[in-house]
Structure formats: C-alpha cells, structure tokens
Nanobody, 115 residues
Framework: VQLVESGGGLVQPGVSLRLSCATS????????MSWYRQAPGKERELVAR????????TYADSMKGRFTISRDNAKNTVYLQMNSLKPEDTAVYYC?????????WGQGTQVTVSS
C-alpha cells in the first residue's frame, strides 16, 4: 500500500491550495479515504472523509465550507481543495486509508499559511 501526498507549500492567508494523494497497492474504489492534519505540538486531527464512491463526505467543523474532499476512482487519487486558508491551517496534511483494521498513511505534505 502506498499513499503519496503532494501540493503543499507556503501561501498567504486567503488563498487556495489543492492537495492530491496518489495511491496504489489496494482496490482504491472500494474504500473510504480520509485527510488528516497535524499542527506543531498538536495531535493529528481528521479533516475530511469521503465514501468509496464519493457520494458521501464528512468534515471537521472548522473546515466546513472552506475545504472540499473529492476523489477520482479512475486515477486512484483523492484530493483536498482548501479555500480561504488561514494561519491556523498550517500543518502537515496526511492521506489515510483503513484496510482490514490497519491504518495506512502517506508521508505528508506541509502546508504553511503565513503573510
């Protein structure tokens, strides 16, 4: 199982970023996918989750209305569109899948929001 995140960077407040997570090694279209983030000194927290077909999504309250999770099952890739970024969104963002009760994580992509 491989999860490879990309798309992070240093941006100013108010701008947008789109993160991608390319996956391999499992039947992507059969599993829920999630994005988590971990800020310095804080615990890892759930950002968003999407069902296997993409028909259902859930978000952490602080991200509702600003972030959108989506997936392309033909490309085995999940995305996180982040709009109106705030300094408090600064964190390492991780892609996640649970297979047979085991958590799999990517290496993470750093997002820094600063003026």
């Amino acid at each position: 199982v491989q999860l490879v995140e990309s798309g992070g960077g240093l941006v100013q407040p108010g701008v947008s970023l789109r993160l991608s997570c390319a996956t391999s090694g499992f039947t992507f279209s059969s599993y829920f996918m999630s994005w988590y983030r971990q800020a310095p000194g804080k615990e890892r927290e759930l950002v968003a989750r999407i069902s296997s077909a993409g028909s259902s999504t859930t978000y952490a309250d602080s991200m509702k209305g600003r972030f959108t999770i989506s997936r392309d099952n033909a490309k085995n890739t999940v995305y996180l569109q982040m709009n109106s970024l705030k300094p408090e969104d600064t964190a390492v963002y991780y892609c996640n899948v649970v297979l047979y009760y085991n958590n799999y994580w990517g290496q993470g992509t750093q997002v820094t929001v600063s003026s």
